[in-house]
């Protein structure tokens, strides 16, 4: 097999892993948001670590960490990145376990365009009229969807935000996925753990005093988060860009088919319309994404 029909192998399974979430997250209904997404960064921690040292990796962390150290910028780009991400975990296991399914996978629609303006305003990339057309295209959606719920859909927003700024955080900090999710996790393991204390001390926490299968299910949330994050690293390191851009789309497509289909949330005919308008939008983006690219590849060769 080559290599880049292993990178689209690694992206797909990172991308339906990703996308099949909701079916763990779910098993944790009767354990608080907040808890799930301490035990998720402590365990993913552990887990990471392990993984370092058993792959031999533990001198490069430490020089990650050095370098991170000397470098303050991106010291702290990866700190607040990690705040984010945290953010965005959180908005996301909330959202699985309060049927708010079909608005997550709406947000991880709108992130990949949300990070296309984040692109331009921040690293002065430039747009192509169909580009800037889909861009457009989908906002009008959002506001069909806006005007239907009678509220913002702000769960599907500060989800795309929240990603979208992490993805403007990490852009120009290249570190192995593995390590980088060590280190990541590392920024957030003193509130973690902090927090975990007090849970205890009060007899609020959901770990050690429910059953075996939830203290089992918090453990192995750590592989379930490393696991899609290492393949994708592997998908991207081996196809190109736009390809592993559209391939991400299998992730939100098997959140709203499970939120529809398999926990029956409510799914309108203004909400099939404004999803056929992302989707759209999302089809003449990559398309033409995909013709620069092949245009691009003419010129050179």
């Not at 079909?102 to 747009?127: A, C, D, M, Q, R």
């Amino acid at each position: 097999m080559s290599n880049e029909k292993k990178g689209v192998w690694a992206a797909f399974l990172a991308y339906a892993i990703w996308g099949a979430f909701p079916l763990y997250w779910k098993l944790l209904e009767h354990v608080p948001s907040m808890e799930i997404l301490l035990g998720r960064v402590i365990w993913s921690f552990v887990f990471t670590v392990l993984v370092v040292i058993i792959f031999g990796m533990r001198k490069d962390l430490i020089a990650d960490l050095k370098y991170l150290w000397t470098h303050q910028k991106s010291f702290w780009q990866l700190a607040c990145a990690s705040f984010v991400i945290s953010m965005n975990w959180y908005l996301y296991i909330w959202a699985v376990t309060h049927e708010h399914l079909i608005e997550t996978s709406l947000g991880y629609y709108i992130n990949p365009l949300l990070s296309v303006i984040f692109g331009v305003v921040f690293f002065k990339e430039s747009l192509s009229r169909a580009q800037w057309a889909a861009t457009a295209i989908a906002f009008i959606a959002v506001i069909l969807l806006t005007v239907n719920y009678g509220t913002v859909p702000w769960v599907a927003i500060l989800i795309a935000l929240s990603f979208a700024i992490y993805g403007v955080l990490k852009k120009k900090i290249t570190l192995d996925a593995t390590r980088g999710l060590a280190i990541e996790t590392l920024f957030i393991l003193p509130f973690a753990l902090g927090y975990y204390i007090y849970l205890f001390t009060t007899s609020q926490a959901s770990f050690l005093h429910i059953n075996i299968q939830t203290d089992v299910l918090m453990i192995v949330s750590g592989i379930v988060t490393a696991v899609p994050l290492i393949l994708f690293a592997k998908g991207a390191q081996n196809i190109p860009l736009y390809l592993l851009g559209f391939i991400q789309y299998v992730a939100p497509t098997i959140v709203l088919i499970l939120g529809v289909v398999l926990y029956k949330e409510p799914f309108s005919p203004v909400e099939l319309l404004a999803f056929s308008i992302i989707w759209v939008a999302l089809l003449l983006f990559s398309g033409s994404k995909i013709i620069e690219i092949r245009k691009a590849h003419h010129k050179s060769a």
